[in-house]
């Protein structure tokens, strides 16, 4: 009995040791998508590739009610 709660509590513990470093990611700020844009034009030009076209500068960065949550 104590080797089948044994085998469980390891199989439980690799899980959730396997997704905790599958949840694992760039450390850094998000990339608005105007700023990911520019960079995609960047690496266009400098890798000789088709440019794609100017984005649009954001209008303006209004507040919503749930920011504080983030």
Do not use: H, W
């Not at 469980?8 to 899980?15: F, G, Q, S």
């Not at 470093?21 to 700023?35: F, H, I, M, Q, T």
């Not at 266009?44 to 590739?49: C, E, L």
């Not at 794609?52 to 500068?57: D, I, R, S, T």
């Amino acid at each position: 009995m104590q080797s089948m709660t044994a085998r469980r509590t390891i199989t439980l513990l690799a899980l959730g040791l396997a997704l905790g470093l599958a949840a694992c990611g760039r450390k850094a700020p998000l990339d608005s998508p105007y700023e990911a844009a520019i960079d995609a034009r960047k690496e266009a030009r400098k890798n000789d590739q088709p440019v794609p076209p100017e984005p649009q500068k954001p209008v303006e960065d209004r507040p919503f009610i749930l920011d504080g949550l983030l």
